[in-house]
């Protein structure tokens, strides 16, 4: 068994951070053109994950201290994690008539 060294974490850590913060970003092209008010909810939420994702990727490119990378990944899975905990707890459920609901 290896154990990577710093740089390779960090490469590794940039190398997943930088595309998967850009299709973030994509999304939020998609969907900031909405003029519906929970599509543009939507659409910021995945403006603010996309930036702090492609941050981290760019801060993993170039750091090199194993503590700081461990304190990085760790900051932003607590930023990400409560982020996404306030927008799940602050959604509005749809509004459907008893004619739409399912019987499933």
Do not use: K, N
């Not at 603010?48 to 492609?54: A, D, K």
Request: aromatic share 8%; hydrophobic share 50%.
């Amino acid at each position: 068994f290896i154990a990577p060294t710093p740089a390779v974490l960090g490469l590794t850590v940039a190398l997943w951070a930088v595309p998967s913060g850009l299709v973030e970003l994509q999304g939020w092209v998609r969907l900031r053109a909405s003029s519906e008010p929970r599509t543009r909810q939507l659409a910021r939420d995945w403006l603010v994950v996309g930036g702090i994702t492609v941050l981290l990727g760019i801060v993993f490119a170039f750091l090199r201290d194993p503590v700081s990378l461990t304190g990085f990944i760790g900051a932003y899975a607590v930023i990400v994690g409560v982020f996404h905990a306030v927008a799940a707890l602050s959604a509005r459920p749809s509004r459907t008539t008893s004619t739409e609901r399912s019987d499933a």
